[in-house]
């Protein structure tokens, strides 16, 4: 359907536009609330009384805003206190209703909360720059610096922190005990050498009783010697 835009709709057209919606938009919404009409000439006339009126008073609106509340609000810096769990991670948000009405604390100047242009509400700490619609045509800027409340809480140790320093004493108990045992062993070996070297001569005495032996069966030949002297004697003595 077309329709010519009686009252300004955000995001959609402003007063005087003529467009084409669909059907269900402009029978359910915007002709219910005389947002729009159809486009027939007697509408599209009165359109654009309205927006030439309009018109001027945004020219107005401008001026007042350049003159009073720019300088006012322009690069106005802000700290606001909120509670923080670990990583800087915020319980709750900052929305643009806290900021509006802390502008409104330290200026004097009362706006309205979606003048205030925020994506999403803030949820981190740190500095943002923050956008604030005077006007459709005058924008300010302002810092709000987002601090913890009693400051960043203590981290806690990571599990896998924790489990590789338990893992490290471990090993370092582990080598120690190695560098221990080491040692003792290396001490007792000089104990096992000296054992050994105390056993070899006993081992080598051993053959000492085959020279006796020897020594003891020599004086057998003297008794042959003796049977033949024997036997000489006898037979000269039957001569």
């Known amino acids: 359907m077309k329709v010519v835009f009686l009252e300004e709709v955000e995001g959609t057209a402003r007063t005087g536009d ?31 009384q309205k927006a030439t009126k309009e018109a001027k008073r945004e020219d107005r609106l401008d001026g007042e805003a350049r003159d009073r509340l720019f300088p006012l609000i322009d690069g106005q810096e ?17 929305t643009s209703r806290d900021i509006a009405e802390r502008l409104q604390k330290d200026t004097g100047v009362e706006l309205e909360h979606r003048q205030v242009h925020l994506n999403q509400p803030i949820r981190e700490i740190g500095t943002h720059e923050v956008p604030v619609r005077l006007t459709r045509n005058v924008i300010a800027n302002i810092t709000v610096n987002v601090h913890p409340e009693g400051g ?77 002297e024997e036997k000489g004697a006898a037979s000269r003595e039957g001569s």
């Not at 059907?23 to 009165?46: C, E, M, S, V």
């Not at 802000?78 to 900052?94: H, R």
């Not at 490290?168 to 000089?190: I, L």
Request: aromatic share 4%; proline share 10%.
């Open 18 to 48: 003529v467009k084409n919606v669909a059907d269900g938009f402009a029978r359910n919404f915007l002709l219910p609330r005389k947002l729009a009409a159809p486009a027939t000439k007697h509408y599209i006339a009165i359109a654009e």
């Open 78 to 94: 802000m700290t606001i206190e909120v509670l923080v769990g670990e990583q800087g991670k915020l319980f709750g948000s900052v």
């Open 152 to 228: 960043m809480p203590e981290p806690e140790p990571e599990p896998e922190a924790a489990e590789e320093t338990e893992a490290a004493a471990e090993d370092e108990a582990t080598e120690a005990t190695a560098e221990d045992e080491t040692t003792e062993t290396a001490a007792d070996e000089p104990a096992a050498t000296e054992a050994s070297a105390d056993d070899s001569p006993a081992e080598e005495a051993a053959p000492a009783p085959a020279e006796e032996t020897a020594t003891t069966e020599t004086p057998d030949a003297p008794d042959e010697a003796t049977e033949d």
